[in-house]
């Protein structure tokens, strides 16, 4: 099926099977690898992208029902070599260990940040409940979130 | 997943047009998109039921609360009118899952597929709200036939579910995998008296507790639902035998129904 879409900005017409998954479209088909498919049960959280401002699970999602829509993954969030307040911050505050859930992570606070600038930390934690990192890193990655917050507020 | 055919109408009719058995339709797809992937389902053709604009959206219609079948978990936990009018909704809807699960699920979703842990159906059973479909008009006590089970025929779509305005609370022990609920109470005061469901512990499904009911009938200030009798036989599972269930429910209505309680004062 025919499907128009804006990816990261840019406009594009792509021809997929009724099953196709975001996320396999995203990897396979777009090559934009940045997006990890970690668990195959709609629970980790490491596909995550925003489509039209919100993030969701792109393992959860047919490709075929983004026609029409914005889709941002992690490799849209940076300028060019620019960091996002958000990456920035995750890499200060090392918040991340193996890194696979990362993109998932980043982009989970990213919405989080642009709905509630100014998150408490129990905020910040019931938030990230849709993201499973398996290194149990989490500490560091509030402490992400939580710098991250302070950069987008002192921009 | 086996593979299908899709297609995404833009009115309620069309829909109603294509669908039947083996031509399923897709709501939030939080459960149907797992359960596809898992090839534990194998229809024929699915039926996109999110671009119809007229099952979205929230609006006060006859002193109730019309919300459309489309409408997300993350729009009812964030709307004004829902939090102000049914806050016991609005926060029960702020607690569904994790939050990219709230972006894409839906209220006639869960209804529709009434898993015996959602926490929807308590509130819809609670409130007395009226489930309304492409064919008639549905009232809660009669919607819930026990497991995965609802009154929808196979080709009746949900459009819009009605409530009442009233004070209620939600309060549910989740299970920390998955947020569905251990166990979840919905309280909630309506003019012929209290009315609690549970969710999430009797094997046939959401059940109202008419004796916790009676019992604040008789008396608003009664606490001692340790002593109330619970008929329903509980769910057993790995995460909470029968017995602990039990308690986690009447643990969860003395702490819902002492918010109701804040509200009502």
Redesign the interface.
Known sequence: ?KISLKINGQDLTAEVA??T?LVDFLRSDQGLTGTHLGC????C?AC?VL?NG????S????A??L?GAEVTTIEGLSDGETLSPVQEAFREAHGLQCGFCTPGMVV?VT??LAKNPNPSESEIRH?L???ICRCTGYQNIVKAAQMAAEKQQAA | MYEFDYVRPTTLQEAQDLVGEDKKLLAGGQTYMPTLRQRLAMPELLIDLNAIPVLHGICEADDRISIGAMTRHAEVASDGLVRSKIPGLASMAGGIGDPAVRHRGTLGGSLANNDPSACYPAAVLALNAVVHTSKRSIEAKDFFQGLFTTALDEDEIISHVTFPSVPCAYLKFKQPASGFALAGVFACKLDDGFRLAVTGAGQEGVFRWQQAEAALNNDASFGDFKSLALEPDMIEDVHADADYRSNLVRVAAGRVVAQLREQLA
């Open positions: 099926m009724p099953t998954l195959d049960t709609s629970q959280g995550m489509v919100d993030a969701v699970k393992c959860t999602l047919l075929v029902q026609d989970s919405d989080l938030w409940e849709g993201n």
